[in-house]
C-alpha cells in the first residue's frame, strides 16, 4: 500500500511539475512576443516621431496618446540642428545641446534650449505611456527609454552625434554590430560619438 501512494505522489507530482514546466515556458513565450510587439511599436512610433508618417500608432489601450505632445511641429529645426551636429542623442533617449557652430548668440541659443525643453518633455510622457500602456506588465519606462535609445542608434545617419550605451547588453550589442565595428577604436560605454 505504501509503493502505492509513493507511486500516486510522485505521479502526481511529476503532472504537477510537467504543468509548471509548460506554464515557464508559455510564459517566456509570452513575454518574447511581448517584447518583439514592443520593439514593433517603437519603430512605428519613431517613423511618427521623425515625421516619416503622419499616422500616429496607437500605444496599448489609450484612446489619444498623442493628445499632449507635439512632435511634428519640431522635427525640421530638430533634423537641421542634428546635421550640424548641434543636438546629440544621449543614452537616456533625450537630446542634448552640444558645442557647435550653428547655434551662435544668445537669442539662438536660447531657441535650441527651448526646443530641446519640449521635444525632451514630450519624450518622457512617451516613453511613460508606452511603459504603461503599450508594453508587456512589469516593463519600467527605463528599459522602454533604452529600447528607443538602441532604436535610434540603429537608424543614426551620417554625421549624426550620439552617446553610447553604458557597459552591459547594449553596449556589447552594438559593439557587435555594423555601426560598432565602423566606429572602431571610438566605440566605447558612455562615449560620444560621430556617426560616421
Known amino acids: ?53 503622419s499616422d500616429p500608432p496607437a500605444i496599448g489601450n489609450l484612446k489619444e496618446p498623442w493628445k499632449d505632445t507635439h512632435f511634428a511641429p519640431r ?10 551636429g548641434c ?14 557652430d550653428g547655434v551662435k548668440g544668445f537669442s539662438a541659443h536660447n531657441a535650441a534650449q527651448r526646443l530641446l525643453a519640449e521635444e525632451n518633455k514630450d519624450r518622457k510622457l512617451l516613453y511613460r505611456r508606452v511603459a504603461e500602456s503599450g508594453a508587456p506588465p512589469g516593463t519600467s ?28 547588453d547594449d553596449f556589447k550589442s552594438l559593439k557587435d ?5 565602423r566606429l572602431g577604436a571610438s566605440c566605447k560605454a558612455e562615449a560620444w ?4
Open 1 to 53: 500500500m505504501r509503493r502505492f501512494i509513493v507511486f500516486v505522489l510522485a505521479a502526481l507530482l511529476s503532472a504537477g511539475s510537467g504543468c509548471l514546466w509548460r506554464s515557464q515556458r508559455e510564459l517566456e513565450a509570452q513575454a518574447a512576443s511581448g517584447m518583439h510587439r514592443l520593439g514593433d511599436l517603437a519603430e512605428n512610433l519613431l517613423d511618427y516621431v521623425e515625421g516619416k508618417t
Open 75 to 84: 522635427q525640421a529645426e530638430i533634423s537641421r540642428l542634428k546635421e550640424l
Open 87 to 100: 543636438l546629440g542623442e544621449n543614452n537616456k533617449g533625450r537630446l542634448e545641446l552640444r558645442k557647435c
Open 141 to 168: 519606462v527605463a528599459f522602454v527609454e533604452r529600447l528607443f535609445v538602441m532604436k535610434r542608434l540603429r537608424r543614426a545617419e551620417s554625421g549624426q552625434v550620439f552617446q553610447l550605451p553604458d557597459e552591459g
Open 177 to 181: 554590430s555594423a555601426l560598432g565595428q
Open 193 to 196: 560619438v560621430a556617426v560616421p
